[in-house]
């Protein structure tokens, strides 16, 4: 693999590499991995309500993803920013954006026969950009090093080149004929040869790990896009950026391919955990809401709670379950039943469902 840090990188071969050697200590990470992603999808799939989890585990993804791009935002600014305060700060609408981006792409990859398409990836980061971006045309795109401006990657250039490397990841994406080795390993490969076509000008980072998520749904390796991947990325990011240069720079697939199958082990467990944590959670918040309203119980008030940790009386009244004087009398009586806590910022009283927050903020 001839490479040139400081020329564009056109001769980045394609998809798969031609000397990748599955070692046991692959075959034993894939085995877990393979296990553990099961057992994730399986509890998904036995969801009454899947979407109101998901919501709220999508949404930990996105700001972990964003994180990686230092795009920093509190659990508190982003769940205020979900119950539709006005007064969100820049980080946690770029959070929330990069939730409905993926949202996007999911929806967009399902109408296209399930194909993860060029013009998926294009959609995918005009949503996280705000903006009508669409493939890099311009040359001199390097990536520096952030203290000392040292150059440490120039991609292909320029949009011919970028369009061809795109076209023929696509083919290995979506063309099960294309390689015989696990979903689990050609993710890994999908994400190291996005990031280094590293085809826009900006988005690159968020919209590989938007990828990620809808490559396993694609591969029917979960029915939906749950996999919590950019918490370990954000805990081990110096590995992440020096496996993929090894993979640049020597031909180092192997570690490259045991970080994501790590990460994917890692990440699992933590998602699954999470849920579990939050449907028993559910489970006693349901008795004690009872206990609490009495004959007043609202449903409809127990799952807001946990698909939007931070309620506000103006919340419930725009979600049409109860009238002001109503949901000012039901939100008092939990906090008087220890079951949210009050938490007053400005003008506005937030009740927050802080047992769940204590779960979500978990690592």
């Known amino acids: 693999m001839a490479f040139n840090k400081n020329e564009p990188f056109n001769k980045l071969p394609d998809l798969p590499p031609i000397d990748f050697q599955e070692s046991q200590d692959i075959f034993r990470h894939l085995a877990k991995a393979s296990r553990y992603l099961g057992e994730l999808n399986g509890l998904c799939a036995s969801l009454p309500d899947p979407q109101l989890l998901i919501n709220t585990i999508v949404l930990q993804e996105s700001k972990d993803s964003s994180a990686i791009e230092n795009i920093v935002t509190t659990q508190d600014e982003l769940y205020k920013a979900a119950a539709e305060e006005g007064t969100a700060s820049h980080a946690a609408k770029e959070v929330l954006i990069y939730r409905e981006a993926l949202y996007i792409g999911l929806k967009k990859m399902q109408a296209q026969k399930n194909l993860l ?141 045991m970080y994501m199958l790590t990460a994917i082990i890692e990440t699992a467990q933590l998602s699954t955990k999470k849920i579990r944590n939050t449907l028993s959670l559910k489970e006693d918040i349901e008795k004690n809401m009872k206990q609490a309203l009495g004959s007043s119980f609202n449903y409809d008030l127990l799952q807001l709670m946990f698909a939007l940790p931070y309620l506000k009386i103006e919340l419930l009244e725009n979600k049409d379950i109860a009238h002001r004087q109503t949901a000012s009398t039901w939100l008092k009586k939990l906090v008087e039943a220890d079951i949210l806590k009050p938490q007053k910022m400005g003008r506005t009283t937030y009740f927050v469902n802080y047992r769940l927050m204590d779960i979500l903020s978990t690592n």
């Open 117 to 257: 398409l060029t013009n998926t990836m294009i959609e995918i980061v005009q949503t996280i950009k705000q903006n009508n971006s669409g493939i890099r045309n311009v040359p001199g795109t390097a990536l520096k090093n952030a203290i000392n401006g040292e150059i440490i990657y120039s991609p292909p250039c320029c949009e011919d080149v970028l369009r061809e490397k795109l076209t023929s990841l696509e083919r290995f994406i979506n063309d099960p004929e294309a390689s015989p080795l696990d979903p689990l390993i050609k993710m890994a490969f999908i994400h190291y040869q996005f990031e280094a076509i590293h085809p826009f000008a900006d988005g690159n980072g968020r919209t590989g790990r938007i990828i990620n998520a809808l490559y396993l749904v694609q591969q029917q390796l979960l029915t939906q896009p749950v996999l919590y991947l950019s918490s370990y990325i954000v805990k081990y990011k110096t590995e992440y950026y020096r496996s993929l240069r090894g993979v640049t720079e020597e031909n180092n697939w192997h570690d490259w391919v």
